[in-house]
């Protein structure tokens, strides 16, 4: 029904608002406009996240997919603007739709030539071989019709680390990459200081699984990258210290993405990274004795409340140990619940008390093994 409003006189069309969601998330509002582009109709989408506007683009088919899927199903309120009508509908809670159509004074809509879209850092046409073996990118550096979303969630990433470093003035940085796996991301890291930013970057992974880690090395061989290498490292057991500039921790499981946070707080890294993943210890024993009771009584809730409350401890203890940290939306509820990054930044030398964690930990008689490693090294005398 929405749909066949929008295709037909489709000349016509000006734009579509898609508004509110059925559920709190950060992209409230999309709006598709749509252009010409070799003879074919796309659609570029624009959401505003943080005042910063994203685009995407879709095909008339993938748009169509993207309507009748996702945005019926998670907004309720599709707004069309032709030449000389808007045409509203309303998505209530059962999936009925009322339509309501008035008269606008828009005259002579044409389908522009050329896309407007935003430049992303990484574009079309760049010959990164990563995206290629990732499925992202034809053998012919074009982006796969299908594969957009994943396209612009990787540009996401890239632009939260060019926002850090885009006045970096120094010609050489050390990464370090914990519980790295198959992810391509590490190779597109290094593509972006070294191919893009023309920094000399010399970045390690480290990863439980020796075929991994094998594989790993084979692809940054095949790819030139000759500063980028890959160990078998278990980041519990204890890691040599060593200069670092930056920590990338992409879904290390549990309590590894603990052991890579201290390793950080330990060696004074600069700018941390950190999606979490997997947040099992305070789910496993936490007890009720206080005001966050209610929360603990479904398995359902209780998991989510505590994965959450470990995250705020982690932002809370890189807070006491001196750094700036921002708790942002990495990836929309739509491709991943594991949608959290800390993004942190070694701002002073100064470590504060973290009454409030020993508070928590002492009330709900859990454990959270960063809490541990840092209590420990301050016994030890770490700074």
Do not use: W
């Not at 999936?95 to 992303?120: D, Q, T």
């Not at 052991?259 to 099992?280: E, T």
């Amino acid at each position: 029904m929405i749909f066949e409003e929008i295709n037909k006189d489709i000349e016509k069309l000006k734009k579509i608002v898609v508004s509110d969601p059925k559920v709190k998330i950060s992209e409230s509002k999309l709006t598709y406009r749509p252009y010409f582009k070799n003879g074919e109709i796309l659609f570029q989408e624009e959401v505003i996240i943080s005042n910063k506007a994203y685009h995407n683009n879709y095909t008339f088919v993938d748009f169509k997919e993207r309507l009748e899927k996702e945005l019926v199903a998670y907004y309720q309120q599709i707004f069309i603007m032709k030449e000389g009508s808007n045409i509203s509908f309303f998505i209530n809670p059962n999936g009925k739709i009322k339509r309501r159509e008035e008269k606008n004074k828009l005259l002579s809509v044409k389908l522009s030539e050329h896309n407007k879209e935003k430049k992303y850092i990484l574009e079309e046409g760049e010959k990164i071989p990563a995206l290629v073996d990732l499925g992202v990118f034809t053998t012919n550096f074009k982006v796969v019709s299908s594969k957009y979303d994943k396209f612009k969630q990787i540009n996401r990433f890239i632009e939260i680390i060019d926002n850090e470093f885009n006045t970096y003035d120094k010609k050489d940085i050390t990464i370090l990459d914990f519980g790295c796996g198959k992810s391509y991301l590490t190779f597109i890291i290094y593509y972006y200081f070294v191919v893009k930013r023309g920094i000399e970057a010399t970045i390690i992974g480290y990863d439980l699984k020796e075929d991994v880690v094998n594989s790993c090395n084979d692809l940054a061989k095949k790819y030139g990258y000759n500063n980028l290498h890959f160990e078998v490292k278990d980041v519990s057991k204890g890691l040599d210290d060593q200069k670092v500039d930056m920590l990338v921790s992409l879904h290390a499981c549990d309590t590894a993405t603990d052991y890579a946070l201290y390793y950080a707080i330990k060696n004074k890294v600069k700018n941390i990274f950190s999606v979490p993943c997997c947040q099992h210890q305070v789910n496993a024993n936490i007890k009720r004795g206080g005001d966050f009771d209610l929360l603990l009584k479904d398995g359902l809730i209780k998991e989510r409340f505590s994965a959450l409350l470990t995250d705020s401890i982690r932002a809370e203890i890189l807070r006491g140990m001196g750094y700036s940290v921002d708790v942002i939306e990495f990836v929309d509820f739509a491709h991943s619940p594991k949608n959290i990054m800390l993004r942190a930044k070694k701002v002073h030398g100064l470590n504060k008390s973290l009454e409030k964690v020993e508070g928590l930990v002492q009330k709900y008689g859990f454990e959270q093994e960063l809490y541990k490693l840092v209590k420990e090294g301050r016994k030890n005398g770490d700074k």
